[in-house]
C-alpha cells in the first residue's frame, strides 16, 4: 500500500453514477459488478501511487502526491472501466473529480476545504466524466499523455455557493468525451448569493434538514438569532437544486419592517411585476401553480403572522411547491415542520484535555473550534493552533455556547487582542464582539444588536419574563419560575404562556428527561442581556430575594429526603439546581440583611455537598459566610452552620478546624439549650479525640453525649453516638464490642434506609469483622460500603472500602492481590484529593501480622494496581478471592 501523502495533496474523488437504480433493478448482478469496479480502481490507482483513505459504498477517496500521478491514475481507471464487460448492467458510467491543495490527516482520514472542494466537483460531473479544478490543471497541463487534452469548460458556481471554479475535462480518444452541461448552479435558475467565508460543519443537521424537506412542503428552521439559520438554508437549497427544475430563490425579508411588503419581496425576489388589475398574490400563485421549485423565506421573525398567511395560500395552490423558511420562531401554520437548530457541537469537556498529548486532534474536531480556526486565519493569516493555546481556544467557544456569529466576532478580535485577552473580555461580551461585517444588517454585525433584534420584538411581559429569568443560573423548572417570577405584573397562569412563547422564539431551550422532566435554559449570552436589562429595570435586588427565598426553601425540604431512602434521586435533583444553590447564596451575601438565608441554604446542602466531594470550595463559602457581620448573631442558624461546617472540615482531613467549629457549636448549643445538638457536637469532639490517641478525653464527652441523648430517644442521635462508640471500642482492643455497636448503628441506618451512612459505618464493621477474622462477613460489608457509596454518587471515597479489600487480603495471605489493591487505592486517593490513607486499629492488627510487602514484585503489583481505572479497580475490588 502507498504511503499517505502529506502537504499538497492531490485529492481524487469517484462514484457510480445511476448506482441507487442498478442495484433496485439487478442486485445480484451488481453485487459482482462492484466487486470488479472495486478491483479496477483499487489497482488503477495504487499503480500510480495513490493512497485510498476512504471507500464508502462505490466511491473512493484516494490521495496523490502528485497532480500528474493522479491524472494518469484516473486516466487509466476509466481505460479499464471502458474496455470492461458489465454482464446484466449494461454499463457502469463512473465520474471522477480532481483537485489540489492542502489537507489535515487526523484518524486515517483527511480533512480541510480541499476535500470540501472535490467533493463539490464531483457532485458536478456526468457518469464518465473526469473533472480538474484549475490547481490541479495547472500542474498537469504540460505533462499529458499523448493523445489526451484537457478541455476548458469554463467558470462554474458549485454546490458550496463560494467562488467560482474553472473547471476542466480529462478528454481521450478512446473514452466518451461529450456530456450534457455539468450541474452547477448555473443549470437551475436561482438566485443564490456567492458566499464569501466558507461553510463550516453542520454535516448531521444538512442530512436531517434534507430528510425532513423530502417529506414536507413547509420546513421552518427555528433558532436565536446568529445561530445560521441562513447560511445552513442556502447550503441545502445549493445541494437539492437539481430536484427542482424551475429553480430555487431566496426571499430576504431581513430589510423590510413593513408586513405589507411580504408578498411584493416574494414577487419582487421572482422577478414577476404587479399586472394592471390583478391583485399581486392572484399573480404570484399563478406563476408557481405548476413550477416544481424552492421557495426559501429567510428572516420571517418580524413579518411572521404576513409570511404565515402567505405560505398557508401558496401551499394550497402550489402542489410541487416547497417553502424553506428561517424565523426565530414557527410561522404557526397546519402542515408546517418547525425545526430548531442547535448550535455548533461544542467540546464541554474541553477542561479534562488539558494534558492530553492529542488535544488539538481531538477538540478541533468539534465544529466551533474549527469555525473559529477558519475565520481567526482569516483574520489573522499567521495565527496557528497549538497546544498552547487549543484549551483557550475551546473555551471561547463554550463561553460563546457555539453560537456562529459570536465565535466569528471572537475571532476577528485576533487582530489585535491575543487569545487570553478575548477570554478575559468575555464577561463585557456586548463592548468585545463589535466587529461584525461592514456590509452586513446592522444586527449581525454585534452582538448586542443581534440581541436586541429579538427583544425589541417581544411583548411587554414577554420581556418581563425574560429578565426575571435571569435571576437563575444555568436551569430552571416550571415550579421554581412561577414560584420566582409570578409578581409585581406578571400572574402565576400567565407563565407557562409566556414562557412557551419564550420557547417559541428561541429565547429560551427546554430539555426534558424521565427523572426530572422538563427544564429550561438560556444561553449564556442571553443570559448575560437579560440579566443587564433585570438590571436597568431596577428589579435584581427583589428577584435575587425571590430567588434566595425559594432556594432556601428547597434545599431545606430537600435535607431529610437526602438523608432517606430516597436520597439518591434527591441528591440527583441537587446535582441540578447546585448552581442555582450557589447563586443563591451569592445573592445572600451580597443583598442586605439576607446572610442567614444563605447559611440556612449551606446548611441543609451540607449532606449533599459531603456526598459529592466538593469540600474545597464549599468550606471556603462556609468561611465566608461564617465571618459575614450578619451571621455574628449567638442563635440556631450560626450553631447548626458551625455543625455543618466542622462536619465537612472532618471528612476533608483538616481536624484542627474542625475542632474550632465543633467546639464554637457545642459552646452555642449550650447556650440555646440544645440538648439534641450538644449531644451530637461531643460526640464529634470524642471522635478528635480520639483520632490524637487520647481515649480517656474521648470516654468523657461520649458520657457527657450519653447523658444528654439518653432522654431524647432520637435514633439519629442514637445511632451517631453507637458508630463513634465502636471507633473507642476498636482503639480498646475489643472488636466483639465495637461490631456489636456498629451492628447496632447499622440497623437503625438500615430501617430509615440511609445508604450513605450505611456504607460509611458498614466500612468500620467490615474492618473489626476482618479483625475477628470473620472475612465473608468482613468481604460482604466492604462490598456494601463500595458499592452504595457509588450508588448514591460517590467516588471520592472509594479508596476506603479499596484499602479495607487490601487489608482483607492480607488477613486471607492474598499478597499479590493486596498489593495491587493497595496501588489502586494510592491512585482514587491522589484522583479525589485525599492525603491520608485509611485508618482503623483492625488494620493495624493485621498488617502487623503480616509480611513485608517489599520487593520487586510486590512493586511491579503495586504499580499495576496504580494504573487502574475506577472502574477496573472497582470490578477487581469486588472479585471474590478465598484463600
Known sequence: MAARPTGTITFLFSDIEGSSRKWEEQPEAMRVALAAHDSLLRAAFEAQGG??????????????????????????????????????????KVRMALHTGAAEHRDGDYFGQALNRVSRILSSAHGGQVLLSLPTQELVRDLLPTGVQLRHLGEHRLRDLTRPEQLFQLVAAELPSQFPPLRSLESVPNNLPVQLTSFVGREREMGEVKRLLASTHLLTLTGTGGTGKTRLSLQVAADLFEQFRD??????????????????????????????????????????????????????????????????????????LRILASSREPLGIAGETAWPLPPLSLPDHWRELLDVPDAIERLSQYEAVRLFIDRATMARPAFQLSNDNVHTVAQICWRLDGIPLAIELAAARIRVLTLQQIVERLDDRFHLLTTGSRTAEPRQQTLRALIDWSYDLLAEPERQLLRRLSVFARGRTLEAIEAVCACEGLEAWEIIDLL??????????????????????????????????LVEADEAPTFRERHLDYFMRFAEESSPKIRGPKQKEWLARLDEEDM????????????????????????????????????????????????????????????????????????????????LLQEEALGLFRELQDPRGAAIALADLGFLALERKDREAARGF??????????????????????????????????????????????????????????????????????????????????????????????????????????????EHQFDRAARLFGAAESQRSRSGIAQAAEHPAFEKILAAAPDFNGPAMDAARREGRAMTFDAAIEFALQTVRA
Open 51 to 92: 493512497y485510498v483513505f476512504k471507500t464508502a459504498g462505490d466511491a473512493f477517496c484516494v490521495a496523490f502526491d502528485t497532480a500528474q500521478d493522479a491524472f494518469v491514475g484516473a486516466l487509466e481507471a476509466q481505460r479499464a472501466l471502458h474496455a470492461a464487460q458489465w454482464d446484466g448492467i449494461g454499463e457502469l
Open 500 to 533: 412557551s412563547q419564550l420557547v417559541d422564539k428561541s429565547l429560551i431551550n427546554v430539555e426534558k428527561t424521565p427523572e426530572f422532566g422538563a427544564r429550561y435554559f438560556m444561553l449564556e449570552s442571553i443570559w448575560d442581556y437579560a440579566n443587564e436589562k
Open 580 to 659: 442555582n444553590l450557589r447563586y443563591a447564596v451569592e445573592a445572600s451575601e451580597e443583598l442586605p440583611g439576607q446572610l442567614p438565608k444563605g447559611l440556612r441554604l449551606l446548611t441543609a446542602a451540607q449532606r449533599f455537598y459531603e456526598v459529592r466531594g466538593l469540600f474545597k470550595e464549599t468550606r471556603e463559602v462556609f468561611a465566608r459566610v461564617l465571618a459575614h457581620p450578619e451571621a455574628a448573631p449567638r442563635d440556631a442558624v450560626r450553631a447548626a452552620g458551625l455543625a455543618a461546617a466542622g462536619r465537612l472540615a472532618w471528612i476533608a482531613g483538616d481536624l484542627p478546624e474542625c475542632q
Open 247 to 320: 429553480g430555487v430563490w431566496l426571499v430576504e425579508f431581513a430589510t423590510i419592517a413593513d408586513a405589507a411588503l411580504v408578498i411584493e419581496t416574494v414577487a419582487g425576489a421572482l422577478e414577476l411585476r404587479q399586472e394592471a388589475g390583478r391583485p399581486l398574490l392572484t399573480t404570484l400563485t399563478s406563476f408557481l401553480r405548476n413550477k416544481q421549485l424552492l421557495l426559501i423565506l429567510d428572516n420571517c421573525e418580524h413579518v411572521v403572522a404576513a409570511c404565515a398567511r402567505l405560505t398557508e395560500s401558496l401551499l394550497r395552490a402550489c402542489p410541487q
Open 702 to 811: 461520649f458520657a457527657e453525649a450519653d447523658a444528654l441523648a439518653q432522654p431524647l430517644r432520637d435514633w439519629r442521635v442514637n445511632a451517631h453516638l453507637a458508630h463513634i462508640r465502636a471507633e473507642l471500642a476498636a482503639q480498646d482492643g475489643d472488636f466483639e464490642a465495637a461490631l456489636a455497636l456498629d451492628e447496632a448503628a447499622l440497623a437503625l441506618h438500615r430501617e430509615a434506609g440511609d445508604r450513605w451512612l450505611i456504607s460509611i459505618v458498614s466500612w468500620s464493621f467490615a474492618a473489626a469483622a476482618a479483625a475477628l477474622g470473620r472475612f465473608d462477613e468482613a468481604r460482604a460489608h466492604f462490598a456494601e460500603c463500595l458499592q452504595g457509596g457509588i450508588d448514591v454518587g460517590n467516588r471520592w471515597g472509594a479508596s476506603y472500602p479499596l484499602e479495607g479489600f487490601a487489608t482483607l487480603a492480607v488477613a
